[in-house]
């Protein structure tokens, strides 16, 4: 099958889109410089007298519009304030795959304890077929003296944001206050042995696996 061509031999048709990755770029660095100029309340006059071109021209660049040489980049990265890679630090890179969850918004799951004026949000959710860790943030409002305790695979890490209390990781006890942390193995019994000052919320992040030795 022979290859159908625009009259010079080799050029087949098409050759427009090898231009779409210089008009990406030619994009991308407009809304940079433009970014970065309204950041700092520059006008597209003061910028361009700083850089030694003209407003018209820089206008063009900050629409994508032209493309400039590096000489000339470098020139208004220098009027910004920054340097020529800062211009390139968000070019091509992975599309973000963040997971959000809003205050308030995590699911609540039931555990042992829920009955008892335990509360668990979970605020992230696994998204793999791998289970690697599991945020919650739990409240607990209940001075009873009936605690569960847990036991499960992994390694747990306990941070207080509210309130006071002791928690019993096997034999010991940890008496713990708003900005202490706690962590251990998860597999050896654990839990809150008696709450002293309530409402108390804390974070606790089980991550699924060993430490290592």
Request: charged share 20%; aromatic share 8%.
């Amino acid at each position: 099958m022979k290859t159908r061509t625009d009259g010079r031999a080799g050029k087949p048709k098409g050759k427009r889109i090898t231009k779409a990755p210089e008009r990406h770029l030619d994009a991308f660095l407009g809304r940079a410089i433009n970014e970065l100029r309204r950041h700092d309340h520059l006008t597209i006059a003061e910028v361009a007298q700083q850089a030694g071109i003209s407003s018209g021209m820089l206008s063009k660049i900050e629409n994508g519009q032209v493309s400039c040489s590096l000489e000339t980049l470098n020139k208004i990265a220098g009027a910004l304030g920054v340097s020529l890679s800062h211009l390139f630090r968000y070019y091509n890179v992975p599309v973000g795959n963040a997971q959000l969850v809003r205050s308030g918004a995590g699911m609540e799951v039931i555990r042992r304890g829920t009955k008892r004026g335990h509360t668990y949000h979970l605020l992230a959710y696994g998204q793999g077929p791998q289970k690697l860790f599991e945020p919650f943030l739990v409240t607990m409002d209940d001075a009873s003296e009936v605690y569960p305790a847990f036991e499960h695979p992994g390694t747990e890490f306990v941070y207080v944001l509210r309130g006071k209390l002791q928690y019993r990781h096997g034999s010991e006890l940890y008496l713990l206050n708003p900005g202490d942390s706690l962590s251990f193995q998860g597999i050896v019994p654990h839990g809150p042995a008696k709450l002293i000052k309530t409402p108390i919320v804390l974070l606790a992040i089980i991550m699924y696996g060993e430490l290592p030795d």
